[in-house]
Each structure stands twice: as structure tokens, then as C-alpha cells.
């Protein structure tokens, strides 16, 4: 997929409009996606900027094998992935099962998170 924008200079008093193409980065690899949680998860403890710092903030700390748009729209992906299981997971504990251990509800949040989306949270 190649993606192209365009950029207007003057050269000689002439407006001139050069078309840039960029390609497609590479995509995550599952570890590239736990680094990145990692990150957002060690970023936002840190108590200096907390979990409202800005994302550009984020992505300078984290940015040095892809671009800051491309770790953003990853990102944003993890992020809404990650807040369904959250919510599947608060919902379990909600019913409050007597005698069922954390283990046991991660798993029962797992299956009400294939039930609710069609597929497996990899987590």
C-alpha cells in the first residue's frame, strides 16, 4: 500500500507541487505489541506525566524503530482491544463467585471476550 502526499514550495517565484510516495511500514510483530503495552503501562505510572500526557510526549519516550503516526495507529488498536477485555474482565468480577480465583476469572473473561467479539484475546 503506498500512501502519497503533496508539497507546495516556491522555487524561482513558481509555486511548485511535488507529489511524496510513502510505502506501507512493516507490521507489528505480537512482541512489538507487548512493548508497546509495556511502554504505555511504564509511561503512564510514571508519576511526572501520568496516564494524560500527551501523545507526542508518549511516542518521543518510545519511538526508535518506527514512526510516531505508525506506533500511534497501533496504538489506538491495542488500546480499544485491551479496554474490551478490561470490561469483559470487570464484569466477571462483578458477579463476585465465591471461591473462584484470579486465574479463574481471567479465563472466564477470556471466554466472555470470544463470546462477545468472535475472537480470542491474545494476551
Not at 18 to 30: H, I, S
Not at 52 to 58: A, N, R
Not at 66 to 73: H, I, T
Not at 74 to 88: E, I, P, S, V, Y
Request: proline residues 2%; hydrophobic residues 35%.
Amino acid at each position: 500500500m503506498k500512501f502519497s502526499s503533496s508539497i507546495n514550495s516556491l522555487q524561482n517565484d513558481t509555486l511548485v507541487t511535488t507529489t511524496l510516495a510513502k510505502k506501507k511500514g512493516k507490521n507489528f510483530a505480537p512482541k512489538e505489541d507487548v512493548h508497546l503495552a509495556a511502554s504505555w503501562l511504564d509511561t503512564s505510572q510514571d508519576p511526572d506525566t501520568g496516564d494524560e500526557q500527551k501523545k507526542v510526549y508518549f511516542g518521543v519516550k518510545i519511538a526508535a524503530q518506527r514512526e510516531l503516526g505508525s506506533l500511534q495507529a497501533r496504538w489506538r488498536l491495542l488500546q480499544a482491544t485491551c479496554n474490551k477485555f478490561a470490561g469483559c474482565y470487570a464484569a466477571i468480577v462483578a458477579c463476585n463467585e465465591s471461591g473462584k480465583t484470579t486465574e479463574q476469572k481471567i479465563l472466564d473473561a477470556h471466554v466472555l471476550f470470544r463470546k462477545q467479539n468472535g475472537a480470542s484475546f491474545k494476551s
